[in-house]
C-alpha cells in the first residue's frame, strides 16, 4: 500500500470517492450540484455489495483539507490471470451466467475468453487465450472476438455472443466450442427459454438502415426467426439474410404487405440491451422509457407496453436485466452507473445501489437464492449483491448438503422463502414442533443429489451436518426421513455408510426412534466385514436399552449366515449374552430354525 499526497485521477474514480477524498467540505459541495446525485431515490434498505472477482491495490490519499487522515481509495486493475478470486485479472468483463451448482460463468470481452468463477472464489479460463481471433478451434484453443453475452441452458450449455466475430457460439460441457450463424449480427443480449429456443437482438438492414430486432434462433435446425407484426398479429416469421431482395419472398421490400419486424431502438442503443425470461415463460426487457413484456397466450403473441417514471437526464442506457422468482426486475443503467429495482406491477424504478459502487455496469444475474451478481464492467471485477431481506436464503445456501441451487421454475421449489423461515428460524434445519414436518421437501431432494452426484467431502459432508441436527432433539417423528437414511444406509461409499452407522445410537431418543432404525437395518444388508459387527452392536443396544429383544434379535440371528467366521463368532457371543439375561424361549428356537434351515 502506498501513501501519498498528491489527487488521484483514475478511470475508476466515482464522484462518492472524489468526494471523501477532497474532505467534508467537498462533500457538501458535491451534495448540492445535482449532477453528482444519485438518479432515483434510493430505497430504505440497502444492498450488500461486495466483489466476488477482481483485484484492487489500495492507495492511501492525503488531501489538502485534511492531511492528518489519510483515505483508502482502491484503484482496480485490469489484466488476464487465473487463480483465487482476489487475486484473478479480468479486462472488461461483460456477459454473465450462473448454474444451478453456483458456478458464474463470465465473458471477459477484452481477453476475447470465457472464464468461470466457482463458489469458493477460483477462476479458470474455460476457452479462449487471451488473444482475438476468428471463430475456429475448440476448448482453451478457441478464439473469441470481443465476446459479450453469455446464456446457460438446462443441460449447462453454454451460449456465448461472439459479437466481434458477428457469430453465435455455444460451448459445450465437454470442452467443444460449435460456432452458428444466426441471421444477423448479434448485439450482446440473449436468452433462453424453457425449450432451449436462444432469443437474442440482432442487428438487420431491412429498410436502408440499421435496425435492432428481436430474433429468436433454434440451435437444433438453425433456423433464425424474427417477431414481426404480419396479418395483423405478431408472429416469429423464419427469416435468412437477403430475402428482401428476393421478388417471390415474403420479406420482399416491394412488397405492401411484407413483414414488419417489431423495431427494438437503434442498433447503436441496443447493443448489450439486456433479455430475460421470468418463472412464466415471458420475456422482459427495457428500451427508452418503455418496459416490454412478451407473452405466449396458447399460439398468439401478445405485446405488453408499460411506460416508467423515469426523471433522468441524460437518458438511461439499458444494459443487463434479470427477473426474479417474485417477478421483481433488476436492471442497470451504465450511463448513470446505477441498478434499480422494478417491483412487480410498478411503473416506478427505485435505485438500489448509485453511482458510489458501479462504473459501467454490464449484466445482471441472479440465482436461485437471490443473489445477484453484476459484472463491473468499469472496474474490471464481478461483484455479488445480497438483496434486502435473503439473508435466510444464504443460510440455506451455506448448508454443506445444498451445492446446488434450487431452479426459478422447479415447482417442488415453490414458496422457498416460507419453507426457510419455517425451517430455519432457529439456526437449525430442523423444526422443534411437531406440528411441523421435519425436513423440507428442498431439503430431501438435495441430500438425494449429493449423494447420488456429490463427491466424497460433500457426501461426508450432508451425513455429519444431519446427524448434527438430529442428535439434540427428541420428540419428533423420523418417518419423512426414511429416504435419505436409507440412501445413505446403502451408499456405495463405505466411508458414507461408516459415518452413518457410527452414529447410530446418537440420533435414537425414543422408543419410536429404534423401532424406527430397526425397520431400516432390517432392509439393509451390510457387506463390508466390519460396519457388520458395529450394527451388531447397534442392535445390542436397542434390545438393552428399550426392552426391544423381541425386534431385534431375529435380526442378529441372520449375521450368522454371514461367510466371515469372526462375524459368526462375534454374534454368537452377543446372543449367548442376551439367552443368559432370560430370553433362553427367545434365542433358542431362532437358532434351531436357522440350523434346520
Known amino acids: 500500500m502506498v501513501r501519498q499526497s498528491l489527487p488521484i485521477y483514475s478511470r475508476t474514480r466515482t464522484a462518492g470517492q472524489t468526494a471523501r477524498a477532497m474532505g467534508s467540505r467537498a462533500v457538501q459541495m458535491l451534495d448540492d450540484n445535482p449532477a453528482f446525485r444519485p438518479p432515483l431515490p434510493a430505497i430504505a434498505s440497502p444492498y450488500q455489495l461486495s466483489t466476488f472477482a477482481g483485484k484492487a491495490d489500495t492507495v492511501w490519499h492525503a488531501s489538502s483539507l485534511s492531511p492528518s487522515q489519510p483515505l483508502p481509495v482502491p484503484v482496480w486493475r485490469s489484466g488476464f490471470r487465473d487463480g483465487q478470486a482476489n487475486r484473478a485479472l479480468f479486462n472488461k468483463p461483460t456477459g454473465l451466467a450462473v448454474d444451478r451448482r453456483g458456478y458464474v460463468y463470465v465473458a471477459d470481452s477484452l ?127 423464419p427469416y435468412r439474410p437477403g430475402e428482401e431482395q428476393q421478388p417471390f419472398s415474403r420479406w420482399w421490400l416491394r412488397r405492401s404487405h411484407r413483414p414488419r419486424p417489431l423495431e427494438i431502438a437503434e442498433a447503436a442503443q441496443a447493443e448489450g440491451l439486456g433479455l430475460a425470461f421470468d418463472t412464466r415463460g415471458n420475456l422482459h426487457w427495457l428500451a427508452g422509457a418503455q418496459l416490454y413484456r412478451l407473452e405466449t397466450l396458447g399460439h398468439r403473441l401478445q405485446l405488453q407496453r408499460q411506460s416508467l417514471k423515469l426523471p433522468l437526464w441524460p437518458l438511461a442506457r439499458w444494459q443487463g436485466l434479470t427477473v426474479d422468482h417474485d417477478g421483481t426486475i433488476h436492471v442497470l443503467d451504465a450511463r448513470h452507473h446505477s441498478l434499480y429495482r422494478i417491483p412487480p406491477g410498478s411503473s416506478s424504478p427505485e435505485a438500489v445501489l448509485d453511482t458510489d459502487g458501479l462504473n459501467q455496469p454490464y449484466s445482471v444475474v441472479s440465482d436461485g437464492y437471490g443473489q445477484l451478481y453484476v459484472s463491473d464492467t468499469g472496474h474490471w471485477r464481478v ?67 449429493v449423494l447420488d452426484q456429490g463427491n466424497r467431502s460433500q457426501q461426508l459432508a450432508v451425513v455429519k451436518e444431519l446427524v448434527d441436527q438430529l442428535q439434540p432433539i427428541a420428540q419428533r417423528s423420523l418417518a419423512p426421513l426414511q429416504p435419505m437414511m436409507l440412501a445413505m444406509l446403502n451408499h456405495q461409499d463405505v466411508s ?70 469372526d462375524v459368526v463368532e462375534y454374534v454368537f457371543q452377543h446372543l449367548l449374552n442376551i439367552r443368559r439375561l432370560g430370553y433362553e424361549t427367545l434365542v433358542d428356537p431362532l437358532i434351531e430354525e436357522l440350523s434346520e434351515a
Request: hydrophobic fraction near 40%.
Open 111 to 237: 481477453n476475447h475468453s470465457i472464464r468461470r468463477i466457482s463458489p469458493n472464489g477460483r477462476v479458470i479460463t474455460l476457452a479462449g487465450n487471451g488473444e482475438r481471433g476468428h471463430h475456429d478451434a475448440s476448448g482453451r484453443k478457441a478464439r473469441f472476438s470481443h465476446p459479450t453475452g453469455l446464456a446457460l441452458s438446462s443441460q449447462n450449455e453454454l451460449y456465448i455472443v461472439d459479437q466481434g466475430n458477428q457469430a453465435l457460439r455455444c460451448l459445450l460441457p465437454g470442452g467443444q466450442v460449435l460456432s452458428l450463424l444466426p441471421a444477423g449480427k448479434p448485439l450482446g443480449g440473449i436468452a433462453l427459454d424453457a425449450q432451449g429456443l436462444v432469443h437474442l437482438f440482432l442487428e438487420l438492414n431491412l429498410e436502408g438502415r440499421a435496425q435492432a430486432v428481436l430474433g429468436r434462433f433454434e440451435p437444433n435446425t438453425g433456423i433464425t426467426r424474427l417477431l414481426a407484426e404480419w396479418e395483423g398479429e405478431l408472429q416469429w416469421l
Open 383 to 449: 461483484c455479488r449483491l445480497v438483496p434486502p431481506g435473503r439473508e435466510s436464503l444464504l443460510r440455506l445456501a451455506r448448508l454443506a448438503f445444498l451445492p446446488y441451487l434450487p431452479s426459478a421454475s422447479d415447482s417442488s421449489v415453490k414458496g422457498i422463502q416460507d419453507v426457510v423461515h419455517k425451517h430455519l428460524r432457529r439456526k437449525s434445519l430442523l423444526p422443534l414442533s411437531q406440528s411441523d414436518h421435519l425436513m423440507p421437501v428442498i431439503a430431501e431432494q438435495h441430500v438425494l443429489a
Open 496 to 565: 458414507v455408510r461408516t459415518l452413518l452407522i457410527r452414529h447410530i445410537c446418537d440420533m435414537i431418543h425414543t422408543e419410536q426412534d429404534a423401532l424406527f432404525w430397526i425397520s431400516l437395518l432390517d432392509q439393509h444388508h451390510e457387506p463390508n466385514r466390519l460396519l457388520k459387527k458395529y450394527l451388531i452392536e447397534v442392535l445390542s443396544y436397542l434390545g438393552k436399552r428399550y426392552e426391544l429383544y423381541g425386534h431385534v434379535v431375529p435380526l442378529m440371528v441372520e449375521y450368522i449366515r454371514a461367510e466371515e467366521e
